[in-house]
């Protein structure tokens, strides 16, 4: 779940906004990314500001577990074919768990009630998925994903908008 934890920094307007969003609003939503890792990574302050502050200064985080967040929420954007944001990344230039994530979250968006569309059925989530392969989406990790269908249909139920 923290891998959305950026758009604490998006305006209400943009995230709940009912239709596509324009050039600027899609580039300040894309900034979600970074603010995500900053706050994940401990960098809210730069380190001038945080000599300033009582106390000391701030570590970073030591957490492998906040260090792999801070990863995803930079990367879970990436698309294989190097068109995703915010790095632009291509193939396995993007780390594996912001690939990882770039399937389970689109699966989920495209699973669930938000504010510009109904929840789609699985077999159309599945056939948008598999569009995406190549492209979008490792083919390796699409095959991981489909490999499970079983349990992960057991997660979506269990996990389901009321």
Known sequence: MLHDVGKIGVPDAIL?????????????MQEYCD????????IACSTKDLRRMPGGEIRLSRSPILHM?????MNHHGKWDGTGYPAGLKGEEIPIEGR????????????????YKEAFPWDK??????????????????????????????????????
């Not at 967040?69 to 929420?73: F, G, N, R, S």
Request: one cysteine or more.
């Open 35 to 42: 603010f995500g890792r900053n706050i994940l990574m401990g």
């Open 125 to 162: 989530c599945c056939a948008i998925l598999e569009e995406g392969r190549g492209k979008h989406f490792d083919p390796r990790v699409l095959d991981a994903f489909f490999a499970r269908q079983t349990d992960v249909r057991v997660v979506r139920d269990k996990h389901a908008d009321p």
């Open 100 to 115: 990882i994530c770039a399937v389970a979250d689109v699966f989920d968006a495209l699973g669930s009630r938000r504010p």
């Open 69 to 73: 967040a801070a990863v995803i929420a």
């Open 16 to 28: 709940l906004k009912p239709g596509k969003l324009d050039d600027t609003e899609f580039a300040k």
